[in-house]
């Protein structure tokens, strides 16, 4: 008898051949021709143009940067800060701690839209935080809009928004992962007198180092695809400050009357996300996440 | 004595901090229940609450009386709904059977597991821009269609990952038993596993649900008008016309939040698991 599993994953495959790699091609093809609706009947073919266009963009290089920076301040912040609250949360001294832990789901399950709309107010020239500096003799601070002063407080924002996002799902799982360290090995160590914070350093972490690798992953990978915040806060501004490689591709594509805005250089950026993103993918799946293990074993 | 008064400032400290913590989100909430001067109060609570952003928002459109700018909410909520729940469906069954193939025949083999993983980790910018093109040729741009056509790249990688996990609990045995009695794969997978797997195919829906419902960067390339654009595409489009509003905006954030939160913490036991794609247990 043949096979029958490539009938139950023919489905799916044709479907997502469909979604994905019909796009894939269509994007390569599009690097190499122009496209503008508001000027263009149709994409022309350009050679390798976008390919001078994009060496000579300081805009591009800084897009990429201005990823990987925003990047490097949210993830680090997000794994310290969850793995704290996930010792304080699993502490068996903390009265109430399983209602604590359903509230701080709260902005994990929040759409992310939701998330800028809800900081924005925050954030608001007169809003509250503005309003607590005052109150407390400090400057108040144009928070999402200072082109010249303190250009850093655009990116803290936003930095602050993922940060108060994600958090929460790290310290559930790493919660997850200090609650799945067997009864008996704790018990042990308490016998032998460790006390909590000396079990979790020496136990609990050396443990959960596969879970934590697996979070800084997924984060890692999330954070290339930040865009709803800046959409809803920054808008990629104030200038091109917060325009991060994502929403560069947006405003280039999608936003026909930006500066270089053309289908076909936007596909070429788009390439180059993907290159980025191929390369964290490829560590994931070759470092971590073997799949035969995971899969059949 | 000692270790009494350590509980009570760890209990303290850990309340506190959550509160702090989660003090944004609460604001938002007391917002939407302050009438139309206390908007711009940076007080976190209405001196007068009042339900009427509410019921603005929801039915009657208008603000304060005044109609042209805010339309009823309504209409894009049904939007909302209608795609998150047909996502879910859709990809939690084509999910399922995927997965089923791949654990129990190694179906496309490691390739196929790893390509869908890895369809998990790209930036939806990237493709959406052929996707406008593929769904203004085949007639779905702008239509609820279209974004379920769509989303699920976004969901079927997630709910296949996660059924694979779910599928992994399911005792071989029964189904070989029921092979060997001359059933057909496809009845084995109907009968016996998907029976077993029940818990695991009603989380991935949810999942599919959770994460459509939080789309919004497709839906604003692919569904620019109000007959298909879902709700969180409208509040991120309204804000960004009307910024300040932050009455009838925080009214509808909460209405668009209410049911993910209460889902989320329904199922919060497999949370980590479905956001890990069950690689964390």
Known sequence: ?297 | MRAQVFTILVTIFGWGFALLYLLPFFWMVGTSFKPIGEWGLPTPLPANPTSRNYIEVLVTGGIYGVRGHFPPILRYLVNSVIISSSVAALTSILGAVTAYGVLRYRAGGAFFANWVLSLRMIPPVVILSPLVVLTKTIGLYNTLGGLIFVYPIITLPIVTWFMIGAFKSVPRETEEAALLDGCTPFQVFIRIALPQASIGLATSAIFAFLFSWSEFLIPLLLAPSETAMPLTAFAGYFSNQYGILWGPLSASAVIISLPVIMIAIAIQRYLVRGLTLGFIK
């Open chain 1, 1 to 297: 008898m043949k096979s029958p599993g490539l009938t139950f994953i023919l489905p799916a495959m044709v479907y997502l051949s469909v979604l994905v790699i019909y796009p894939t091609i269509y994007l390569y093809y599009m690097t190499f021709h122009t496209f503008n609706p508001l000027y263009d009947l149709a994409p022309r073919y350009a050679g390798l143009q976008n390919f001078f266009v994009i060496a000579q963009d300081a805009d591009a290089g800084y897009s990429i940067l201005a990823m990987l920076f925003l990047t490097s301040i949210t993830v680090p912040a997000q794994l310290a800060l969850g793995s704290l609250i996930a010792i304080l949360f699993t502490s068996p001294r903390l009265r109430g701690r399983l209602v604590l832990r359903s509230i701080m789901l709260i902005p994990l399950s929040i759409p992310a839209v939701i998330v800028g709309l809800n900081w924005k107010m925050i954030f608001f020239t007169y809003g509250p935080l503005n309003t607590f500096l005052t109150a407390v003799g400090l400057e108040p601070q144009p928070w999402l809009s200072a082109p010249f002063g303190n250009s850093f407080n655009t990116f803290f924002v936003l930095a602050v928004l993922d940060i108060w996002q994600w958090t929460p799902f790290v310290a559930l799982a790493v919660a997850a992962g200090i609650e799945s360290i067997p009864q008996q090995i704790q018990e042990a160590a308490a016998l032998d007198g460790a006390s909590r914070l000396q079990m979790i350093r020496h136990i609990v972490l050396p443990l959960s180092k596969t879970i934590i690798i697996i979070i800084l992953l997924f984060r890692l990978i999330d954070s290339l695809k930040i865009f709803d915040i800046i959409y809803m806060l920054t808008f990629g501004g104030p200038g091109n400050l917060t325009t991060t490689l994502p929403f560069y591709i947006y405003k280039v594509g999608f936003t026909l009357t930006a500066a270089k805005a053309d289908i076909g250089y936007a596909s070429l950026l788009s390439v180059v996300l993907l290159l980025i993103a191929t390369v964290l993918v490829l560590m994931v799946l070759t470092r971590v996440l073997n799949v035969r293990r995971v899969v059949w074993e």
